[in-house]
């Protein structure tokens, strides 16, 4: 016995007007280009179609609140979780406009780059014509280096890349704690290829350097302390801003860099350079974040505040871990470059830094 038919249902038919009908309509429904933002140049880049917006929030589209949140209370990207404020966060772009695909492209590249230089020396056996104060140099400092990288990419940037109230911002602190990642592998590698080819290279002096040299002490110091900020924004700032500056770039640029070469090394350079051209690369986006929150009508006088006091903290702090380190500059057999010259250089690159974002000048560094 079949079931019953069920019963048909009529509904009323609905008409509208022309005019009805077009306002129904999405106003983008036809366009092949997102119009929920205003690019910064003409058309949208790329970065932009595929990061702009991608993290919303209350202010703009979620017209009923975070559609999730944390236990504790605050809704998807509290913008409480720094001191610092905004009219606008939104208003950050990378100037690297670096998103996924740029990620591995670089990337790829610069791990290529280095790959084939270590090849090189291994093969052409350039090892074996250092001389020992530069060995001992290398094993000791670049090592200890190699500690405070890899502290920054996991325990730094690593830590607040999710943090930041926008996704704009949060893709830009994660590259930069891939960089450091990469960085921090490129020289540990490096460490394992000379602990290989030279008898006399002792490859795990860099862990007692780390823990109990004397010159290093006040630069892990810095690092542990820079892993207990918890307001993301500080901690961006005083890592790229000031640490970096005036320890990070004073060991690798004003040091390594400039005297490699006289001690017959042309290899460290390679390897230690991609890691300051990230820095640079990092260094550009922190420059616009940080000079957007300078400059912000509402907020920015506010801003500049309470960046002199993260500095009044910090720039002492980082001066102290770069006076200790001077002994190291009389360890290499070849030297081109006092540690007065390198340290004035430092200070004033990160001088013209706080120039760039508008930020006062602290007094530490005109003495």
Known sequence: MSAPAA?????????????????????????????????????????????????PDPARYLTQGWIYG???GPGGYPQEWTSAKSSNWHAFLDPNEEWEQTIFRNNSAVVHQ???CLSNAKRAHAYQGWNRPWLRFI?????????????????????????????????????????????????ALFN????????????????????????????REAVERLTAI?????????????????????????????????????????????????????????????????????????NRAQFAEWMAEWVPRCLDAANALQPIWSQPAEQSVTFATSLDNAKAKFTEVLESIEVPVPEELTK
Not at 25 to 37: A, G, H, L, V
Request: aromatic letters at 10%.
């Open 114 to 116: 280095v790959e084939l």
């Open 70 to 72: 944390f236990g504790d």
């Open 230 to 302: 918890g307001d993301w924004c500080k901690l961006l700032f005083v890592t790229n801003i000031v640490f970096e500056q005036l320890v990070g770039s004073l060991f690798r640029t004003e040091l390594v860099m400039q005297v490699s070469a006289r001690n017959g090394d042309y290899i460290t350079p390679t390897i230690v350079g991609t890691g300051e051209h990230d820095y640079s690369r990092d260094l550009g986006y922190t420059r616009n974040l940080f000079r957007m929150l300078s400059r912000d009508e509402e907020f920015g006088e506010s």
């Open 192 to 219: 394992l290829d000379l602990d290989d080819e030279v008898d006399a290279f002792d490859g795990g002096a860099h862990v007692d350097v780390w823990r109990n040299a004397p010159e290093w002490q006040p630069t």
């Open 7 to 55: 019963p048909k249902r009529s509904f009323p038919s609905i008409e509208f007007t022309d005019a009805e009908a077009g306002a129904l309509e999405f106003p983008s429904s036809r366009s092949r280009k997102y119009s929920y933002f205003e690019p910064a140049k003409k058309r949208a880049t790329m970065y932009e179609d595929v990061t702009v917006d991608v993290q």
């Open 139 to 187: 094993e000791r400092n670049l090592g200890a280096w190699m500690h405070a990288e890899n502290g920054l990419a996991l325990h730094v940037f690593a830590s607040i890349q999710r943090s930041g109230p926008t996704n704009m911002i949060n893709t830009a602190v994660a590259v930069n704690a891939a960089h450091k990642m990469r960085s921090a592998q490129d020289l």
